[in-house]
């Protein structure tokens, strides 16, 4: 067995893991907790957090303000019953897929539900028709399913981060990127009395911080278009992030002061994997007044440069290079 085997059958896991999610919520009439939803489903909390952050950046669902969960209702999302069914016997058929009469055998959905459905799966890259005329998951099940194939990295990156906490006494953080937003994975919280955070499972707009600007800095062009027009951003605004976007580039490090909180700042660098494909982002948060601009430019020096040596298992390959780096804390 090749060893590109195992990894899509775990990953074909981890698409059905938010599969059952998504048919717990549809198939209960009441809001659910994390709490009862990871007791319902046999998973871990933490594994269950992850899925429902990434399925409500993605408008699977929505998270009320008492914190409870309930399927999104949106006219596409009420058609979704036959497709999370379709979608159950594509992850478990693996990535060979599945004939037409073979998934209306398997769901027992008429022909023309069963077309329409595909339709809509193919529509958002959910579910693809391969060259043999079966179909297959598609592609886009890896964006809600990434946070769920990130052990690798918050394992690997957690202890640069506690390191960089210990030298610099400022808040790290580590980012991941879903759709147009940053969303915080992992933090290492400053000992300092006066300290800069940020909660897990918070999301934020790419255009915006630190951490967003070094994201979209390991974009291409057509990419970051994207994000701004997404975002609405244009003007002298959008003249503003390219140009901050072109410094992050140039310099392997992106800074920012007081864009989201007035008195806080952060520099922040792309994580990569060995091949240099973007992985996510790591941050040093801080309160303004203990770093001056010349502090906060050596903390992103530092910060890039030890994420140049941290070595990440490849993701897939990718011929983009690492950022370059500088001295030490």
Request: proline content about 6%.
């Amino acid at each position: 067995m090749s060893t590109a085997e195992p990894q899509a059958s775990y990953r074909l896991q981890t698409v059905s893991r938010a599969l059952e999610t998504i048919r717990l919520l549809e198939q209960t009439r009441d809001p659910l907790s994390q709490k009862e939803i990871a007791e319902t489903l046999g998973e871990p909390v933490p594994v269950v957090f992850r899925i429902l952050r990434t399925l409500e950046g993605h408008g699977f669902v929505s998270r009320r303000p008492d914190k409870r969960y309930l399927p999104r209702g949106t006219t596409e999302r009420k058609a979704m019953g036959v497709p999370l069914d379709i979608m159950k016997h594509l992850a478990a058929a693996g990535p060979g897929g599945l004939s037409l009469p073979e998934l209306a055998m398997r769901t027992g959905a008429e022909p023309a539900h069963l077309a329409e459905a595909l339709s809509a799966l193919a529509s958002r890259q959910l579910a693809t028709e391969t060259e043999t005329g079966t179909w297959a998951l598609g592609f886009g099940l890896l964006e809600v399913a990434r946070p769920l194939l990130r052990n690798t990295l918050r394992a690997t990156v957690r202890p640069l981060m506690e390191k960089l906490r210990d030298e610099s006494g400022e808040t790290a953080t580590l980012f991941v990127s879903s759709g147009n937003q940053q969303v915080v994975v992992d933090v290492a919280v400053s000992r300092e009395p006066l300290r800069y955070e940020l909660e897990i499972g918070r999301a934020f707009d790419l255009h915006r911080g630190a951490a967003g600007k070094a994201a979209m800095a390991a974009m291409d062009d057509a990419g970051i278009a994207d994000v701004l027009d997404g975002a609405g951003v244009a003007g002298d605004d959008r003249r503003r992030v390219l140009a901050d976007i072109a410094r992050a580039r140039k310099a392997g490090f992106a800074t920012s002061s007081g864009e989201r909180i007035e008195g806080a700042s952060a520099v922040a660098a792309a994580v990569r994997d060995e091949s240099g494909r973007p992985r996510g982002v790591m941050g040093l948060m801080m309160p303004s007044f203990r770093n001056p601009p010349d502090r906060l430019a050596h903390l992103g020096r530092v910060l890039a440069n030890q994420l140049t040596q941290l070595r990440l298992p490849d993701e897939m390959p990718s011929n983009a290079q690492p950022t370059a780096g500088g001295d030490g804390i």
